[in-house]
């Protein structure tokens, strides 16, 4: 069975148009053996066999030949642009705690009929989410990216300056309360954070950054002890849920080829996991 048959199978038979506000623009496609799918999301939507309105994220998708000659991603979605298209819905599907609700709420793409197309709704919620909107504090200056709902901005960590990045406090919203007070939390202490990071870290991954160096080219190069790693990793960014759950980013220092070490810290402070990202 082809890719193409197996993919309009998930969906329903029957072809409709729809409006849609898209959330951005194409960043990428998931391969599928000799095909492409390329998808945006939306943030809005109006059926137009019934004019109804639904304020729901959810998905087009769509398929391009993965070739030589591909040029972009078959078609080309703007942030926050209105567009009219034709489409088809996904089947619904039972789904596991994990999934998010989106899923059922996907569409094949048949056609894109008409861009920068106008529906007083659509346009209040472009307006909206179009308004640029910042948190001024002691530790930083924050602006709002949509694409991901988070607020982001520099800080300073221990003398270093990194990005930031804080979940909204609702999906879409114009506030990370809970995210900043856990930020603020982990900078007032940021000398003793910093090192209980680095500790972690230099303890579940030192051997294995001695495996790296030994399978590479370096002649002679000398044995990462525990403190050694410790100093070699510099603070890159962090991230924080709206939950206070983190995740830390340090550059390697080319102790594993230049991979990101990330660092996953739950809400309540204890420290789960040092992996290599990236």
């Known amino acids: 069975m082809s890719v193409q048959t197996d993919f309009e199978k998930e969906f329903e038979t029957e072809e409709y148009e729809m409006l849609i506000l898209v959330q951005s623009s194409c960043k990428g496609a998931v391969n599928i053996k000799d095909m492409l799918k390329p998808f945006v999301d939306f943030l809005a939507s109006i059926d137009l066999r019934t004019g109804q309105f639904f304020h729901e994220k959810g998905r087009v998708e769509w398929l391009i030949k993965n070739d030589n000659k591909r040029n972009g991603w078959g078609y080309k979605f703007e942030q926050f642009g209105i567009y009219r298209v034709t489409v088809r819905k996904c089947i619904p599907q039972k789904l596991l705690p994990y999934q998010l609700q989106y899923i059922n709420n996907r ?145 390697d220092d080319d102790m594993f080829w230049g991979h990101a070490i990330e660092i996953e810290v739950k809400p309540n402070g204890k420290i789960i996991s040092a992996n290599i990202a990236g």
Not at 137 to 144: D, M, R, V, W
């Open 107 to 251: 569409y094949m793409l048949i056609n894109v009929l008409e861009e920068n197309a106008s529906n007083e709704k659509l346009e209040a919620l472009k307006e909206y989410y179009s308004k640029p909107i910042s948190i001024e504090n002691e530790l930083a200056s924050f602006a709002i990216d949509r694409e991901f709902s988070w607020f982001e901005g520099i800080v300073n960590w221990n003398g270093v300056e990194v990005n930031a990045y804080l979940e909204t406090d609702e999906e879409d919203g114009d506030t990370a309360k809970q995210a900043m007070k856990v930020l603020k939390k982990v900078l007032d202490n940021i000398v003793e954070n910093d090192t209980k990071y680095r500790e972690f870290a230099a303890q579940e991954l030192t051997e294995l950054a001695n495996e790296w160096m030994d399978a590479s080219d370096e002649i002679d190069a000398e044995e990462i002890t525990k403190e050694i790693f410790m100093k070699r990793m510099e603070m890159s960014e962090i991230i924080v849920s709206s939950d206070g759950s983190l995740s830390l980013f340090f550059n």
